[in-house]
């Protein structure tokens, strides 16, 4: 891991993953991740998509055996649509990726949400739609800070 990371003027490549299911709000969380991301010089981002959450960790771990990432960021949103499956997949994503991240020792940041009631309401997508551009923002700031204390560890 740590070779993935040595200098700060080194370019870092940074996975993307999101989940398709709710696109309209997901792509928020990407699109602000981009923007933040942009301001870094040293970051180029490379974006995969997946069906939905439950398929996140796989592609994780196989992105990172590659070698080729200094990081990896999940997105997506799960949802209960009138089923409780939603707890168990979202624990089930949340776990895959924290193995991910201790069996390959790189980082994986999560903005995998599931709402406790969501519904398709304009109110409840819109907001949504919003905390998803904080919450890209969020995973950008975490990312960057991570691989800079990480780079630090190679000095």
């Known amino acids: 891991m740590i070779?993935?990371?040595t200098a700060s003027t080194d370019t870092q490549t940074i996975a993307f993953i999101q989940a398709c299911w709710h696109r309209d709000i997901v792509d928020r969380c990407k699109e602000s991740f981009l923007a933040d991301t942009a301001k870094h010089s040293n970051l180029k981002?490379?974006?995969?998509e997946v069906p939905g959450a439950f398929e996140i960790p796989l592609h994780a771990k196989l992105l990172a055996q590659t070698g080729k990432y200094a990081a990896i960021v999940a997105a997506g949103l799960?949802?209960?649509?009138?089923?409780y499956k939603h707890e168990y997949v979202a624990q089930s994503v949340i776990s895959g990726l924290m193995q991910v991240q201790l069996e390959t020792l790189t980082?994986?940041?999560s903005v995998v949400?599931?709402?406790h009631n969501f519904h398709s309401s304009?109110?409840?997508v819109s907001f949504f739609r919003e905390h998803f551009v904080v919450k890209g923002a969020e995973a950008a700031s975490a990312c960057i800070s991570t691989l800079e204390?990480?780079?630090k560890l190679g000095d």
């Open 45 to 48: 981002v490379e974006l995969f």
């Open 149 to 151: 204390s990480l780079g």
């Open 122 to 124: 304009e109110e409840h």
């Open 113 to 115: 949400l599931t709402p």
């Open 3 to 5: 070779s993935k990371t």
């Open 78 to 83: 799960v949802t209960n649509s009138g089923i």
């Open 107 to 109: 980082p994986i940041f």
